[in-house]
């Protein structure tokens, strides 16, 4: 069983930088792919950015140029590190882990954190 735990959320203002962190414990196969999706009031989670165990990362549009994904595969740990931020950007920010990258891109990974709020103030 995998456990994911985000931390580094809180509050900002625009312009601001903010990076999250999530510890992963668990099966290492489990947790080979890895993401953060965000989820805004009243709308959908949406997928901000994933990488492989290969290196191979994706960024959501409204977030390319300004957050970058990275990992520390010594320490288990994911991170989302978020420049420039706006009001827009703020959500529910969810850590997510899957063995098959394509279940992450298509918003069934098998693990979730419990999420870390991020608020940007204007």
């Known amino acids: 069983q995998v456990q994911l735990v985000e931390s580094g959320g809180g509050l900002v203002q625009a312009g601001e930088s903010l990076t999250l962190s999530c510890s992963a414990s668990?099966?290492?196969?489990?947790?080979?792919?890895m993401g953060w999706y965000r989820q805004a009031p009243g709308e959908q989670r949406v997928l901000v950015a994933s990488?492989?165990?290969?290196?191979?990362?994706n960024y959501a549009n409204s977030v390319k140029d300004r957050f970058t994904i990275s990992r520390d595969n010594a320490k288990n740990t994911l991170f989302l590190h978020m420049n420039r931020l706006k009001p827009e950007d703020t959500a529910v920010y969810y850590c997510?882990?899957?063995?098959?990258?394509?279940?992450?891109?298509?918003?069934?990974?098998?693990?979730w954190g419990q999420g870390t709020q991020v608020t940007v103030s204007s």
């Open positions: 997510v882990a899957d063995s098959n990258a394509a279940r992450i891109m298509l918003g069934r990974a098998a693990y």
């Open positions: 668990g099966n290492k196969f489990d947790f080979k792919d």
């Open positions: 990488i492989t165990a290969g290196g191979s990362i």
